[in-house]
């Protein structure tokens, strides 16, 4: 069972560092048909798409993947509590 509960962690984890090479991404210049870049894009859009309408960017700077990181970490802290709350049951 705890296989489940470190496969879980593991995925919000890889969803980070797509997220976090989705905005580094952002500051260089790279080509946005390369599929592994398309790749990112299509698996980040919609979740940081969530807070840039909910946070408009302040000039050039979007701080809209700060929020989503965070919300990211405290969606992953609460379903793992709850995965590791319904393993311990058994």
Do not use: Q
């Amino acid at each position: 069972m705890e296989f489940v509960v470190k496969l879980v962690d593991v995925a919000f984890e890889v969803y980070a560092i797509l997220i976090l090479v989705r905005v580094v991404l952002s500051w260089i210049r790279h080509n946005p048909y390369h599929p592994v870049i398309r790749f990112i894009y299509d698996m980040t859009d919609p979740y940081l798409n969530i807070f840039r309408r909910l946070i408009p960017p302040v000039g050039v700077v979007d701080f809209s993947p700060v929020v989503a990181f965070f919300v990211l970490e405290l969606i992953r802290a609460l379903v793992l509590r709850l995965l590791v709350g319904v393993i311990s049951l058994f």
